[in-house]
């Protein structure tokens, strides 16, 4: 059973917006910091957003910094990726990722530092 579940993400053009959306199935990751990453074609995973188990903190990557907003609702146990001013080179699938470790105070940026995992939703971005 996939233990985090991704939704939201299709096909936008430049400038466009998405929101996209995680949601555990099966546990809760309420005490556990949640994170975005994405994987384009023939590159590497990579860090795009991440936020602590009470979502008092965040932190982004500088390509998307004032553009991307990670947030959570406890009360829905969801984690968000509200994505605005969307580019091409945005184009990949989206990964959420929970953190192996609860109550952590500093982010890690690293995907290493997260145990659990979706299977990822496709954000297209055309010109």
């Known amino acids: 059973q996939v233990p985090l579940v991704e939704s939201g993400g299709g096909l936008v053009q430049v400038g466009g917006s998405l929101r996209l959306s995680c949601t555990p199935s099966?546990?809760?990751?309420?005490?556990?910091?949640m994170a975005w990453f994405r994987q384009a074609p023939g590159k590497e995973r990579e860090f795009v957003a991440a936020?602590?188990?009470?979502?008092?903190?965040?932190s982004y990557a500088d390509t998307v910094r004032g553009r991307f907003t990670i947030s959570r609702d406890s009360a829905k146990n969801t984690a968000y990726l509200q994505m605005n001013s969307l580019k091409p080179e945005d184009t990949a699938i989206y990964y959420c990722?929970?953190?192996?470790?609860?109550?952590?105070?500093?982010?890690?940026?690293?995907?290493?530092?997260?145990?659990?995992w979706g299977q990822g939703t496709q954000v297209t971005v055309s010109s």
């Open positions: 990722a929970a953190d192996s470790l609860v109550y952590r105070v500093v982010l890690d940026l690293n995907p290493e530092a997260y145990a659990y």
């Open positions: 099966g546990r809760t990751f309420s005490n556990c910091a």
């Open positions: 936020i602590t188990w009470r979502g008092t903190s965040t």
